[in-house]
């Protein structure tokens, strides 16, 4: 598979001791939210943290993407007074606009956030989303012990990322690569005063990474896979997704490209104030088709599963010009029948 084995040439490369892992924490904690993976109950997942120490940069994969930052799974747009209109954002909404700094975001996740700006900043703005993403500072981190669902490398998304980030931690053993990859990224290396890189640095990297590649062991050929899904719209495969999909709707939750969302109004037993609210929805779940009278254009379970991976794999593409997947594995890890996009392309291909 090729695949490219350096980032393009960063703004500014330096080396980093492990023990001065705190020096950039602390830097930014000085000005920013601090989020990072963090082990709970078995698993990882990204969180708020004030402690370096409870960060775990030898993380696989969080249970929910970065997305729940920018995009909250239930979140109050604006409150409303039947005789005032709008009301301002209480105090609490001002101290969330705090900028956040993401702390070890692996490639797939980077890539993802890439894809929502896409999504939106584009034609129709969300001026809320698009400020938290401008202000958010981004340290990701170089993934170098793939998960066993991971298939990022299909899609270019890993394991390291191509753009996307302020700095970018690579573990060299001893001590870290940091590269920069904005302007704000090279002045904090500045201000940290840390010893340049060195091309031993990065062929180390290199080297690092090749090894990460090797051990990937699920891929999706992307190569003419839009004319193949364009070719299998009644394959028999959507039929046999049907016997086993609960539609439970965990695949899109736990999915970092998936943005669909629903809003409602909940107004107060007063009736003069109440709510506009939001909260994730998901294309899997029976209602998420139905609309005026009662039609629905989703009803079929078949039609829904293909609509998930044919947006993933098709549809995003033709909207935005990348595969909407980053192949992080979530939605196979998540789903209780293990249903996979790598195994439905497969089965697709007659492999
Ligand atoms: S594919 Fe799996 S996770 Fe998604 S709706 Fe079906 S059963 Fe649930
Ligand atoms: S479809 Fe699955 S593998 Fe692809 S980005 Fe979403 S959760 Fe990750």
Known sequence: MAFPMAAPAALAAARLARAALADLWQALAASHRMAAPVACDGVF????????????????????????????????????????????????????????ALFGLHGC???????????????????????????????????????????????????????????????????????????????????????????????LKTHRLREAVARFRRHIPTEGLPRLLNQAFQHPVWQALKDQCLSCGTCTVVCPTCYCFNVWDKVNLDLETGERKMAWDSCQLLDFGQVALGQNFRRDRAARIKQRIYHKLNYFREQYGKFGCVGCGRCVEACVKHIDPVTIVAALKGV
């Open 45 to 100: 997942r990204f969180q708020e943290t004030a402690d370096l120490a409870a960060v775990r940069l030898d993380y696989n994969t969080t249970i929910l993407p970065a997305k729940k930052f920018f995009y909250p799974p239930v979140e109050t747009i604006f409150r409303f007074h039947r005789h005032r209109g709008a009301l301002a954002p209480d105090e609490e909404a001002c101290e969330a606009r705090r900028p956040l």
């Open 109 to 203: 996740d980077v890539r993802a956030l890439e894809l929502l700006d896409q999504v939106y900043t584009g034609e129709f703005s969300d001026p809320a989303y698009a400020r938290a993403r401008a202000e958010t500072f981004i340290v990701a981190l170089s993934c170098l012990e793939p998960g066993p669902s991971c298939f990022c490398t299909s899609f270019r998304s890993g394991p390291f990322p191509e753009s996307g980030f302020d700095l970018l931690l690579t573990d060299l053993g001893g001590h870290y690569l940091v590269e920069a990859g904005s302007a704000r990224g090279a002045g904090l290396l500045q201000q940290l005063g840390a010893e340049p890189a060195d091309s031993e640095d990065q062929l």
